[in-house]
């Protein structure tokens, strides 16, 4: 497959005529709705986002602990699935866009402006039901919110960044799992464990969960600064990955 298109100069040596540069900000915006809408019609795919963490909860709802992280990682795995499926989708458009003229960041950022918001969309439910079901067995019910929403934006340039490792949507989804799978089955308290991309999870799901006593704002700060350096880190490898496939020679 190509990463970038080649264009040369037409026959008789007469340079070739300049592209149209588009403003990046429209460009975005204009990729962003785009993408919502292609989302909307594969209605299996916003059933998976919706009722793949919900079923992880209902099933563990009399243990809330279990069911608070498994909705977190549920809803990070549909985040960074839908992030993947949009990236391998849109791969033959986007290339035409930035041949045309398109800028390569505007559209990278344009699909993830689409998935964060669908994401957070969704988070924000989740933590109403949430505090409709087990809001009363909670330490800090509050912060159900905020570890929803750190969990998208940390999962959402995930599945893009999995789309550029391998080739294919399937694949890309089964690595996804096993990112989560292995999320929730090490022990959190290993030093190593934070080099994976949800422990920021697991610290605020604890913070929400558990009688910490004076070390309580402690995890608040580690999950929170874990998941923002993580959330950044990876948009921009996302956007290194888009603006080197995307590049025009």
Same mark, same amino acid.
């Given at each position: 497959?190509?990463?970038? %298109?080649?264009?040369?100069?037409?026959?008789?040596?007469?340079?070739?005529?300049?592209?149209?540069r588009r403003p990046p900000l429209r460009t975005a915006g204009l990729v #962003?709705?785009?993408?919502?809408?292609?989302?909307?019609?594969?209605?299996?795919? /916003?059933?998976?986002?919706?009722?793949?963490?919900?079923?992880?909860?209902?099933?563990? /709802?009399?243990?809330?602990?279990?069911?608070?992280?498994?909705?977190?990682?549920?809803?990070?795995?549909?985040?960074?699935?839908?992030?993947?499926?949009?990236?391998?989708?849109?791969?033959?458009?986007?290339?035409?866009?930035?041949?045309?003229? #398109?800028?390569?960041?505007?559209?990278?950022?344009?699909?993830?402006?689409?998935?964060?918001?669908?994401?957070?969309?969704? #988070?924000?439910?989740?933590?109403?039901? %949430?505090?409709?079901?087990?809001?009363?067995?909670?330490?800090?019910?509050?912060?159900?919110?905020?570890?929803?929403?750190?969990?998208?934006?940390?999962?959402?340039?995930?599945?893009? %960044?999995?789309?550029?490792?391998?080739?294919r949507d399937l694949e890309g989804a089964l690595l996804l799992l096993a990112?989560?799978?292995?999320?929730?089955?090490?022990?959190?308290?290993?030093?190593?464990?934070?080099?994976?991309?949800?422990?920021?999870?697991?610290?605020?799901?604890?913070?929400?969960?558990?009688?910490?006593?004076?070390?309580?704002?402690?995890?608040?700060?580690?999950?929170?600064?874990?998941?923002?350096?993580?959330?950044?880190?990876?948009?921009?490898?996302?956007?290194?990955?888009?603006?080197?496939?995307?590049? %025009?020679?």
């Amino acid at each position: 497959r190509m990463n970038a %298109v080649t264009t040369t100069p037409p026959v008789g040596g007469a340079p070739a005529a300049p592209r149209h540069r588009r403003p990046p900000l429209r460009t975005a915006g204009l990729v #962003a709705l785009v993408t919502l809408r292609e989302l909307f019609r594969r209605r299996g795919a /916003i059933a998976l986002a919706l009722l793949l963490p919900l079923t992880f909860y209902l099933a563990q /709802i009399d243990t809330h602990w279990t069911a608070l992280r498994l909705l977190s990682i549920g809803l990070g795995w549909a985040a960074a699935t839908l992030g993947l499926f949009t990236a391998v989708s849109s791969r033959p458009v986007d290339r035409r866009l930035a041949a045309s003229g #398109a800028s390569p960041t505007a559209l990278v950022a344009g699909r993830l402006v689409a998935i964060l918001t669908l994401g957070w969309t969704i #988070a924000g439910l989740y933590a109403v039901l %949430v505090q409709l079901t087990i809001g009363d067995k909670l330490i800090h019910p509050a912060a159900v919110a905020p570890m929803l929403l750190v969990t998208v934006a940390v999962a959402a340039p995930l599945g893009p %960044v999995a789309a550029a490792l391998v080739p294919r949507d399937l694949e890309g989804a089964l690595l996804l799992l096993a990112v989560m799978a292995l999320q929730l089955l090490v022990d959190p308290t290993a030093d190593w464990t934070r080099v994976l991309p949800l422990w920021s999870t697991r610290e605020l799901s604890s913070y929400i969960v558990e009688e910490l006593g004076s070390g309580a704002g402690d995890y608040l700060c580690r999950g929170l600064a874990h998941g923002a350096g993580f959330a950044v880190g990876l948009t921009a490898l996302t956007w290194l990955l888009g603006a080197w496939r995307l590049r %025009v020679v």
